[in-house]
């Protein structure tokens, strides 16, 4: 990697792909559209190190799996995949991308949950779910939630659910990320420049989201391989990946940046899952460093002695070169890329880390 005169590393041209080499449907092909999740690196980045660092076979292990774009990427090149993560709904996510599926059984639930059913009766709803959703909204969420224990692929389906729910909230259609507030009357839609209503119903939603997910976890069951595929709900401080590892992949939370359980809040109330918020590290700045230090600790531990331990950061606070130093690693390589922002109201230029390091 050529090295500017301040010691800074050069965008690195190959890893910074413009709209039109790296258009949107390639980032979100087949699983990665799922479901919405703010934060996750795009595919092709992962591709790239993972055939760069890792062989068919070798294990790779990511300890901040996120929705799964590292289990998914490394699985179709044919490696063995690990992943842990705090949020249970993102372990429901990543193993919901990273599944076998059976293609007639799958056309069998989409046939089950179109047919028109008989409505159960309405379920006692939480504050949370009161507040949030319509009436009828919440009554068709409910209906659909109650048809997917006659389906053969439940956790595909709950997270159908939590999609048709994030799209039918009671949120402004411009702030979908993190609505503050519910809207229950008109107001000025800054997406689509023209006044708006808050969304009364989900059966839309749900129509079009089973069969989007369907066609989605078809098109990647062409590529996906038989390596084998796990995921752990825990706090990767304490999680040890299931035997030796020969690549770390992985980008970890930063400070103050996202709140990775708040932005999928609907999905724990509708799925009844045990949210971990106190445990999330980079809430605060206050004991980041030592957390992540820790983590990558106890994967430098499970590394072989040839293994690279490759970490995906915007260090905007240049915590990182204490961060490796603390967890055993040396950094042998850092490269910049620039990333291409096309979506929401952010707007500039936008680089991201990533370092190679050893122990
Ligand atoms: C930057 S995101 C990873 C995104 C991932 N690379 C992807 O493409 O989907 C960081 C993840 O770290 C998880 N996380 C935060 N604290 C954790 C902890 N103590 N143990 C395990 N995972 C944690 C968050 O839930 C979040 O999913």
């Known amino acids: 990697m050529t090295t ?3 010691g ?3 965008v690195d041209p190959a890893l910074s792909w413009s709209e039109a080499e790296l258009p949107e449907r390639e980032r979100t092909k087949h699983v990665h559209r799922l479901h919405p999740y703010l934060g996750k690196f795009v595919p092709q980045l992962a591709e790239a190190f993972l055939r760069r660092y890792a062989r068919p076979g070798q294990l790779v292990w990511d300890p901040f ?4 774009t590292t289990l998914v990427e490394a699985n179709a090149l044919g490696l063995r995949a690990a992943g842990c993560d705090l949020s249970a709904f993102n372990c429901l996510l990543a193993e919901v991308k990273t599944a076998p599926y059976e293609p007639h059984a799958l056309v069998a639930d989409v046939a089950w949950l179109s047919a028109p059913g008989a409505q159960p009766p309405p ?3 939480s504050p949370y779910l009161s507040r949030w959703f319509a009436p009828a909204a919440l009554a068709e969420l409910q209906a659909f939630r109650a048809r997917i224990a006659g389906t053969a692929y439940p956790g595909l389906w709950r997270v159908v659910l939590s999609r048709a729910a994030r799209s039918a909230r009671l949120a402004r259609h411009d702030d979908l990320d993190f609505p503050r507030e519910p809207v229950r009357g008109e107001y000025f839609c800054h ?9 009364g119903e989900a059966n839309k939603f749900l129509r079009r989201y089973v069969r989007d997910a369907a066609c989605r976890v078809r098109e990647f069951g062409e590529s996906r391989s038989d390596a084998a595929v796990t995921v752990l709900e825990g706090d990767s401080r304490e999680v040890d990946p299931p035997g030796p590892v020969d690549l770390v992949f992985t980008s970890p939370p930063y400070p103050g940046l996202i709140d990775y359980h708040e932005q999928h809040a609907y999905a724990f109330e509708l799925l009844g899952l045990e949210r971990r918020d106190p445990d999330e590290i980079g809430r605060g700045v206050r004991g980041y ?3 992540v230090a820790a983590v ?7 590394l072989r002695r040839d293994g690279r331990v490759v970490v995906v950061v915007n260090d905007s606070r240049g915590l990182y070169d204490g961060i490796l130093a603390a967890a055993g690693l040396r950094l042998e390589e850092r490269i910049l890329r620039e990333v291409n922002r096309r979506t929401g109201r952010r707007a500039g230029a936008y680089y991201e880390e990533i370092l190679v390091a050893r122990p």
């Open 191 to 199: 997406k689509h420049r023209r006044v708006c209503r808050p969304v």
């Open 65 to 68: 799996a996120g929705s799964g």
């Open 289 to 291: 460093c030592e957390d």
């Open 4 to 6: 500017q005169a301040a």
């Open 123 to 125: 379920a006692i709803a």
């Open 296 to 302: 990558l600790r106890r994967a430098r531990r499970a």
């Open 8 to 10: 800074l590393p050069a």
